[in-house]
């Protein structure tokens, strides 16, 4: 474990359906992010937090509403997803926004739409 | 905008080979790089982190260097072992409040 989990691990829904990912990481880090990995395309930032508060959308489409209650825990919300929203859905924090120290990654969500 | 290019994209090696993966980037301007390991269908492990000020740094069997002025990077693995058998990213941050930028990763077999 790196110290960022992430539940579940495995999500195979509908594309009616509303789910929810979470993360979250007990390392003292301030800042969060969702990133997502298709196949054969590099992984692709989609939501910043930085003391609980987005500093960045990366044009995100609004069936992705990303949630941060406290810096421990960050949740993406799910809903009317399409089937190449497939793909391996990675929470990961850093000590600092500016990633002076690296960033640490979860192990993942692999969702499937069907 | 910058772009971070890994070569090969995939590679097989005999077990004890001493092997080196290429990352390049196009703006020289980085703040720090970072390897990273991905198992199969898991999520992603860090290995070294690089500041812009650094030229290498070393992990056991790991070594990362760093080139900024030729936009280069290079992780050399000592004595491969199966259990390196992995994708292996690499990734850069600039400087300003910027995201990391991915490499699609070199996809690592090494043959007992």
């Known amino acids: 474990e790196t110290g960022v989990t992430q539940t579940p691990r495995h999500l195979v829904m509908g594309m009616t359906n509303k789910k929810s990912l979470k993360c979250e990481q007990h390392?003292?880090?301030?800042?969060m992010y969702w990133y997502k990995q298709s196949a054969k395309k590099p992984l692709e930032l989609m939501f910043v937090?930085?003391?609980?508060?987005?500093?960045e959308n990366n044009s995100v489409p609004s069936r992705f509403s990303p949630e941060c209650p406290n810096s421990s825990h960050l949740f993406l919300h799910l809903h009317t997803l399409q089937p190449e929203d497939s793909a391996l859905y990675l929470c990961?924090?850093?000590?600092?926004?500016?990633?002076?120290?690296?960033?640490?990654f979860g192990s993942g969500t692999r969702l499937t739409v069907v | 905008k910058q772009e971070v290019t890994q070569i090969p994209a995939a590679l097989s090696v005999p077990e004890g080979e001493n092997l080196v993966l290429n990352c390049s980037f196009t703006d020289s301007a980085i703040y720090n790089l970072q390897w990273f390991r991905q198992d199969p269908g898991k999520g992603l492990t860090s290995l070294l982190l690089i500041q812009s000020s650094q030229r290498e740094q070393t992990s056991g069997r790991l070594n990362a260097s760093l080139d900024k002025s030729s936009g280069r990077s290079t992780l050399y693995i000592a004595a491969s072992q199966p259990g390196d058998s992995a994708t292996y990213l690499c990734?850069?941050?600039?400087?300003?409040?910027?995201?990391?930028?991915f490499g699609k990763g070199t996809r690592l077999s090494v043959i007992a």
């Open positions: 990734a850069v941050r600039d400087w300003g409040n910027t995201p990391l930028v």
């Open positions: 990961a924090s850093s000590k600092d926004p500016a990633g002076d120290y690296g960033y640490t």
């Open positions: 390392l003292g880090h301030n800042a």
């Open positions: 937090y930085n003391f609980k508060e987005q500093t």
